[in-house]
């Protein structure tokens, strides 16, 4: 249960909170890369290279801070295509190496632009009466991101874990936009999608938490859970 007399400041992940319902993103690359391209992947032969795109897209340092949503998306799906095909789960085919990455890119940019349209409905409101803070492991362009979606004006300050070389799960990411905004934790609820990465560090920091379910399955009974981001506007 949110303590609603105390808050005064709403600090939101991003990824799988604002641009997904709740779901994890590797699951919507495979639900997209099914349904849309009818390509033979499940969660088993995909895991590894969903991995190796997330972890060369730092260790190359590929996005620049001026880079787009489907710029960031294309360096990463060719990174996904190419272990693919790599470890032979793909054919190694003109089509898998260039036409399908670049659809791919495609697919996910919309699939995330139009989920952040249904969660500007929600963030307008509650932006006029606290102050949204905005936490991310992104790639240094989250800004340029949410400004290209139409929601940057809500949030007082986004803290980019790349622009600050500190990652979730540690919870010094969440404690350095909170400290920089002038709130005490008890004053703060976070909203996000992962216990590892949102809920466990913002408790430990003694933050108030709203964790997005992904559906009723997901809820559990230890902390406030949402199925929908529209639900914060009854419990706030």
């Known amino acids: 249960m949110i303590h609603t007399e105390k808050v005064k400041a709403l600090a939101f992940d991003f990824g799988g909170t604002l641009d997904s319902p709740f779901m994890h993103w590797m699951k919507i690359y495979?639900?997209?890369?099914?349904?849309?391209?009818?390509?033979?992947?499940?969660?088993e032969n995909f895991r590894d290279s969903y991995v190796y795109a997330e972890q060369m897209m730092e260790r190359l340092q590929l996005v620049k801070t001026s880079h787009s949503l489907l710029e960031t998306q294309s360096f990463k799906t060719r990174l996904q295509f190419d272990d693919l095909i790599r470890r032979g789960i793909l054919p190694d085919t003109q089509e898998n190496?260039?036409?399908?990455?670049?659809?791919?890119?495609?697919?996910?940019?919309?699939?995330?632009?139009?989920?952040?349209?249904l969660s500007k409905e929600v963030l307008e409101p509650l932006s006029k009466r606290y102050t949204l803070l905005l936490v991310s492991n992104y790639y240094g362009n989250l800004k340029k991101i949410v400004t290209d979606l139409g929601i940057v004006s809500y949030f007082s300050s986004i803290t980019d874990s790349t622009l600050e070389g500190i990652r979730k799960p540690d919870a010094a990411l969440w404690k350095l936009a909170i400290d920089r905004a002038g709130f005490a934790?008890?004053?703060?609820?976070?909203?996000?999608?992962?216990v590892k990465n949102?809920?466990?560090?913002?408790?430990?920091?003694?933050?108030?938490?709203?964790?997005?379910?992904?559906?009723?399955?997901?809820?559990?009974?230890?902390?406030?859970?949402?199925?929908?981001?529209k639900e914060l506007l009854d419990i706030l």
């Open 185 to 194: 934790p008890d004053e703060v609820v976070v909203i996000g999608d992962s």
């Open 30 to 43: 495979l639900k997209l890369y099914g349904e849309e391209l009818h390509l033979p992947l499940t969660g």
């Open 97 to 117: 190496r260039e036409e399908l990455p670049e659809r791919a890119a495609r697919l996910v940019t919309d699939f995330s632009s139009r989920y952040v349209i």
């Open 198 to 229: 949102d809920i466990l560090p913002a408790l430990s920091l003694g933050c108030q938490v709203v964790k997005g379910c992904p559906s009723m399955a997901d809820v559990t009974e230890d902390v406030s859970c949402i199925t929908s981001l």
